[in-house]
Each structure stands twice: as structure tokens, then as C-alpha cells.
């Protein structure tokens, strides 16, 4: 590789992906740039999920999953037989659908990661878990309810504090699947201002149904159908000028 | 290319394209009878264009409502899309031919009590090739043909060489007798109206190129 090209953050490489006999993945090979939002579209049971759940092996928890081809963080597979899981998922936190906080205090719930993977104790850990709640924009509103049952929040802010949870073990990567679906209009718009914050530190892939959501937020856009990456490229390029057809017909509504 | 899931869309689309090409036909009609106003010293004519230019004005506040509309209720993207921003600029660019149509209309009017001067002979040859280039623009954006975009395009640079061979002749016969003075500066306006008018048609084809290929051809040599 040229000297001048820059290490792609996420790397994937001829990657296929079985559930038991069902291929639901063919052949995916794309690049993630680190520090951009790269936004994964298409229609339900595309692949796109499974192609953001390859990035932190959270498919190694199902059964019967089979992974062929390759993905590389930096430049060194995560699929290496030797690589530690727990040290992957801290380096790729990921953020879900609905919320789904810890049943556990507001503080507790940012401070768990930290504490368990050792980054801090006391008074750091303290810092952490302000900072953190700081980056989401939680911790003027919440610094007096730190003790509060974080399911008391708003879903809005469930998810924020979710996403701090992951912040909390310093990540580089966050893969959000569909972070906003169960979040109203203003609630997402804050979220996706809150994407645009984070993307100056931390590399952001997000799946969504939302084609005006991934419209808004990333820089590239990669459209998947029936498990194929179909294209990937500069957001403007594929809402405007797709390349593919299939693209063409599914950014415009006409795809069945 | 099949349609969209939210039929009322494809109708609407399809409006869009013959509301535009009403439009087009329209202004077409009305530089063919400024130039018969000037070619058959028709003031009758040449009053009707300036007239009829009010229904130009209502086609194009009615295609802006229509893109408007479809861009804030369907939310287009990828070929829709470029298809109601090219509509946008075109229905601009036609509304400003019209426009030029009514000034050409007006200039025929100044000039239909007066014999013609030597040049003048060559302003209908100079018009039929604007009118070509329209057509052809219009018809390139119907059958979303950019090469034939690309021809309209390139036949600019005639025009253009036309109107400076119109100034050369006319301001000769002027020098020659100032009684040619007033019919000079009508044929030297209506001259350069067409050279204006060829303009507004290659803004057009460019919306044809960008609307087929997604590329933006415009300024290509001054960006």
C-alpha cells in the first residue's frame, strides 16, 4: 500500500456469512474510513445488521453462524484465532435499536464498562462517567440524578446514556443499528447532531430503514440487497447518481 | 424504468415532463411567429406574442408549484431527483426564452413600417438555427438523449460567430447613412435577442446532460 493512502479503519474482505445453510452475506468486500459516518441502507433481511454485527462478532454468539472471508480493524483481523473478543467489543462499542439501559443507576450504567475493563477506580472513574455523560449532552440535566434507575429516563435519553456507556471504554468504532427508530422526530434530529459531534473523534457506522436519516448524517453510503453489497460510495453520489440500478430503483421508492 | 411503489408519484412525474414540453412547444411557437412578424412586416403578429406571453408566466409558476410539491411531499432522490432540479432550471430558462420572444416580437413591431436593411436577409438563417437548437433540447430532454444535448451545445459557437458578422454588416450600413441608424439598433437588438435565446437553450441542454448523466456540465471553462 502507498504511503499516502491511509489504513482504512474497517477493512472487510470477500466476506460470507452463513446462519446454518442460509447465506446472508455474498461476497462483501468494502472499506470504513476512519472519522466519517458511513451509513448502510436496504431493504429488511438485506444483511445490513449482520454485516454490523460482523464488525464486533456479536454473530459468534449465534448458533450455527459461519463467517468465510475476512475483517480487519487497523489492519489486523478480528477474526484471528488468537484475537481477544472483549478487547474487539470495547475498541467497537455498538448502540441498538430500543434502549436498552442496565437495570442499574444512571452512574453505574456509564461506570460498568470502565470498571470492568479496568480503565479506572474513584475519583478517574468519576471523571469518566462525567466526561462521558458530557459528550452526550446528559450531564448538566443529570449530574443531580446520577443515582436515579437510568429506566426512569426519557427514551431519548436512555439511548444518549447508552451511547455514553460505550463511550466510557473509549471505542474507536460505534456501530449504531438503528439508533433512532424508536425515538421521535426531535428526539432523532438531536441524536443525529450528536452523531455529527462524535464523528470529529470516533468512526460511526450506522444502519437504517431511514434513506433522509442516512441522507442526512453520513459521508458514504453502501446499499445491500439479498446479502450483496450492491455499491458503496460519497452519500451525495448514491442519493443523486447512483450507479447501480437496484440502487437507483430502491433510493427512489421503486423497488417492491 | 419501472414504476414507483406510490403510484400518484409516477403520474405526477409524468405531468411534470408534459407540462415542460407544453411549455417548450409553446415558446417555440412564439419565436416562430416574432420572426414571421419580422419576416412579413406582421404587426398584428408580433402584438399577439407579446400577448400571449402571460400564459408562459402561468406555466412556469405552475411546474414550480408542481416541483415544489413533489419535493417536499415524495422526497425524491437519484433520477427523480435530478429530474425536478433539471425541471426547476429548465422551466427558468424557458420562461426567459419567452420573454426574449416577446422582446424579438417587440423589435419585429419597431421594424414592420420600414423596408429591411441588407442584413436583416440574414436573420431568419440565424433564427432557424436557434429554433433547431431548442427543439433539439426539448426532444433531447424528453427521450433523456445527452449526446443529442451535447450537439445543441456545440452549435452555439455559431450563433455566436453569426451575431458579430450581423453587428459588422449593420453597423456598415449605418456608416453609410445615418437615416438607417433606427432600423440598425431594432435589427442589431433582435440579432443579439437570438444570441441570448441560443443561451437560454444551452442551459437547458446542460440540464439535459446533468438530468441523464448526474454530471454538471455547466462552466466548464470558467469555474
Not at chain 1, 76 to 92: C, E, G, H, Q, T
Not at chain 1, 100 to 107: E, G, I, R
Request: hydrophobic share 45%; glycine share 6%.
Amino acid at each position: 500500500m502507498s504511503a499516502n493512502r491511509a489504513v482504512p479503519k474497517l477493512c472487510v474482505q470477500g466476506l460470507d456469512l452463513y446462519y446454518g445453510d442460509f447465506q446472508a452475506l455474498i461476497n462483501v468486500s468494502l472499506e470504513i474510513t476512519e472519522r466519517r459516518i458511513t451509513a448502510l441502507i436496504g431493504p429488511s433481511g438485506c444483511g445490513k445488521s449482520t454485516l454490523l454485527r460482523t464488525f464486533n462478532r456479536m454473530n459468534d454468539l449465534i448458533v450455527g453462524c459461519k463467517v468465510v472471508g475476512d475483517v480487519e480493524l487497523d489492519g489486523r483481523s478480528i477474526y484471528a484465532p488468537n484475537r481477544n473478543v472483549d478487547d474487539l467489543r470495547k475498541r467497537i462499542g455498538m448502540v441498538f435499536q430500543r434502549p436498552n439501559p442496565f437495570p442499574l443507576s444512571v452512574y453505574e450504567n456509564v461506570a460498568y464498562g470502565a470498571r470492568i475493563h479496568g480503565l479506572a477506580a474513584g475519583a478517574a472513574l468519576d471523571a469518566i462517567v462525567e466526561q462521558s455523560l458530557a459528550a452526550v449532552d446528559l450531564w448538566s440535566g443529570l449530574k443531580d440524578r446520577l443515582d436515579d434507575n437510568a429506566l426512569t429516563l426519557s427514551g431519548e435519553q436512555q439511548q444518549r446514556l447508552c451511547i455514553a456507556r460505550v463511550l466510557a471504554v473509549e471505542p474507536d468504532v460505534l456501530l449504531m443499528d438503528e439508533p433512532c427508530s424508536a425515538l421521535d422526530p426531535v428526539a432523532t434530529m438531536r441524536v443525529e447532531e450528536l452523531m455529527q459531534e462524535l464523528v470529529d473523534r470516533y468512526t460511526i457506522v450506522i444502519v437504517t430503514h431511514n434513506m433522509q436519516q442516512a441522507a442526512r448524517v453520513s459521508q458514504d453510503t453502501g446499499f445491500m440487497l439479498l446479502g450483496e453489497l450492491v455499491e458503496i460510495g460519497p452519500t451525495n453520489q448514491v442519493f443523486t447518481s447512483p450507479r447501480d440500478q437496484r440502487t437507483e430503483d430502491y433510493v427512489s421508492g421503486r423497488f417492491g | 424504468m419501472s414504476e414507483h411503489i406510490y403510484k400518484p408519484f409516477d403520474a405526477e412525474l409524468r405531468s411534470l415532463k408534459d407540462m415542460i414540453l407544453a411549455m417548450g412547444g409553446l415558446v417555440e411557437a412564439h419565436i416562430s411567429d416574432s420572426l414571421r412578424a419580422l419576416v412579413e412586416r406582421d404587426s398584428a403578429r408580433a402584438r399577439s406574442v407579446i400577448e400571449a406571453d402571460r400564459q408562459v408566466n402561468q406555466m412556469e409558476l405552475a411546474i414550480d408549484e408542481l416541483c415544489v410539491r413533489m419535493l417536499v411531499l415524495r422526497q425524491p432522490a437519484a433520477s427523480d431527483l435530478r429530474f425536478i432540479a433539471a425541471a426547476l432550471k429548465i422551466v427558468t430558462d424557458l420562461e426567459r426564452i419567452g420573454d426574449l420572444a416577446v422582446n424579438m416580437g417587440e423589435r419585429a413591431l419597431a421594424l414592420c413600417d420600414e423596408p429591411p436593411l441588407r442584413a436583416v436577409v440574414d436573420l431568419p438563417a440565424m433564427a432557424s438555427s436557434v429554433q433547431k437548437m431548442l427543439r433539439d433540447a426539448l426532444d433531447a430532454f424528453v427521450t433523456r438523449d445527452d449526446a443529442k444535448a451535447e450537439t445543441v451545445l456545440a452549435a452555439d459557437a455559431e450563433i455566436d460567430k453569426a451575431l458579430v458578422q450581423i453587428f459588422e454588416d449593420v453597423r456598415a450600413e449605418m456608416k453609410k447613412d445615418p437615416a438607417n441608424v433606427d432600423r440598425g439598433i431594432s435589427t442589431i437588438f433582435y440579432a443579439k435577442h437570438l444570441e441570448r435565446l441560443a443561451d437560454h437553450t444551452c442551459n437547458v441542454a446542460e440540464m439535459v446532460v446533468y438530468l441523464v448523466r448526474g454530471q454538471d456540465v455547466r462552466h466548464k471553462t470558467n469555474r
